[in-house]
């Protein structure tokens, strides 16, 4: 029996997701349609999407995707990529493999969960590295590399960071690979947001890129604004992780849905595209908060992330949200309908709330939140 304590995050949403008119803690991008999608096919995509046949596909993910998947970065190849049914199935896969008893884990936090959940249940000791308010919620790179033990063999970091926005300077990140480096420890970059940085902030090279024992996580659903594909991936040239991953594939879901390849692939190759829009969409909620929380300043204190498509805005404690964010979400939600998310869903206290910057409806769920403010 696999024992691993219950995902919080995706319990919250198990209960509410799909029972509430705005999602307004989503850190997903809104979700292309169909017809939208194919509008971007070229000749071959177009044709592979009409002739497909539904059948199984190659275990490891079609090879022109693979292909597709490896020019995001510098230095791989299409055999430098095994696709998965999501990020999620990709993090499960790559700890249940390459983590042991004893084996000495860090990971950034408060974060998603199964970057650290499923190394725990594996057996690893882990160190949750805090990311702090007071820093802006920036990485403290110093800190991060002062924590490493003799016994650790993974960094866990995701920048562009959710819930907290978190991007360190390209600098910063790269002294941070390169004391992984020198450390002998591997460097996993949960790297779903990227491409999603704010006010110019640079694009981080990828984690796969600056060291070859290196891991990157990506996936459609953030940056790309297609979830349901349910298509993400692991990329680094160290083969061994994937051939190890791809033999516990067998045993999680053997291979891809064929009609989301073929939809991955062209999102993928109509990218300007596709993350123009997102960043579109990103860039207007952005500044709609800049001016709703300068004026509720009374009710929530605002760091502004500098990537992704989530914030962490904590409640003011004497203000008319302030107490319990647990609480606060609650009443919210039963009254009007709009789901935020509390930090207690992180582990991380009772004072901050996550808002998703992604989606559409964005501004008409902030005008009932305002509606409870002043009620
Ligand atoms: C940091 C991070 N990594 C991985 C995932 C998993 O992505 P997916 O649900 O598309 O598999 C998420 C989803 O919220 C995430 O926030």
């Known amino acids: 029996m696999v024992r691993i304590a219950d995902f919080a995050l995706e319990r919250y949403f198990a209960r509410w997701e799909f029972a509430v008119e705005h999602v307004a803690c989503a850190s997903d991008v809104e979700g292309w349609s169909m017809a939208e999608l194919l509008e971007l096919a070229d000749d071959e995509t177009r044709a592979m999407w009409s002739d497909l046949r539904l059948g199984y596909t ?63 249940s594996a057996g690893a000791r882990v160190s949750l590295h805090a990311l702090r308010e007071d820093d802006g919620w920036s990485l403290d790179v110093d800190r991060l590399i002062a924590s490493f033990r003799p016994e650790t063999r993974f960094v866990v970091v995701n920048a562009p ?24 420890v591997r460097l996993v970059a949960d790297e779903v947001y990227r491409f999603l940085e704010h006010d110019g902030a640079e694009t981080l090279p990828a984690g796969a890129d600056l060291d070859e024992r290196n891991i990157s996580i990506g996936v459609m659903s953030k940056s790309f604004a297609m979830a349901g594909l349910r298509i993400g991936w692991l990329a680094t040239r160290d083969r061994s992780v994937l051939d190890a991953c791809a033999r516990l594939k067998d045993y999680t879901t053997i291979c891809s849905a064929a009609p989301s390849e073929v939809l991955a692939l062209i999102g993928l190759r109509a990218r300007e595209r596709v993350l123009a829009r997102s960043r579109d969409i990103v860039s207007a909620n ?3 908060l800049d001016a709703w929380f300068e004026r509720r300043s009374n009710a929530f204190s605002w760091v502004r992330p ?67 403010l002043d009620g």
């Not at 791989?76 to 790559?94: M, N």
């Not at 960071?161 to 480096?181: I, K, N, S």
């Not at 582990?347 to 559409?360: E, I, K, Q, S, Y």
Request: contains cysteine; glycine residues 12%.
């Open 58 to 120: 190659e275990s490891t993910g079609h090879p022109l995707l693979r292909r597709e998947i490896a020019s995001l970065y510098e230095s791989l190849e299409a055999d430098d990529v095994l696709v998965f049914a999501g990020a999620e199935e990709a993090i499960f896969c790559l700890f249940m493999t390459q983590v042991r008893e004893g084996d000495h884990v860090t990971v950034t936090w408060p974060g998603y969960q199964s970057l650290y959940e499923v190394a725990r």
């Open 161 to 184: 960071h959710q819930p907290t926005g978190m991007l360190p300077t390209v600098g910063e990140w790269r002294r941070l690979a390169a004391a992984c480096t020198d450390a002998g």
């Open 286 to 288: 952005l500044a709609l």
């Open 306 to 372: 500098r990537g992704g498509s989530t914030a962490f805005p904590r409640l003011v404690s004497s203000g008319p949200a302030g107490g319990s964010a647990a609480r606060f979400c609650a009443r919210l939600v039963e009254s009007t309908g709009v789901l935020l998310m509390p930090s207690s869903t992180f582990g991380f206290g009772d004072a901050h709330v996550r808002m998703g910057l992604g989606r559409t409806d964005l501004p008409a769920a902030l005008g009932k939140l305002e509606e409870v």
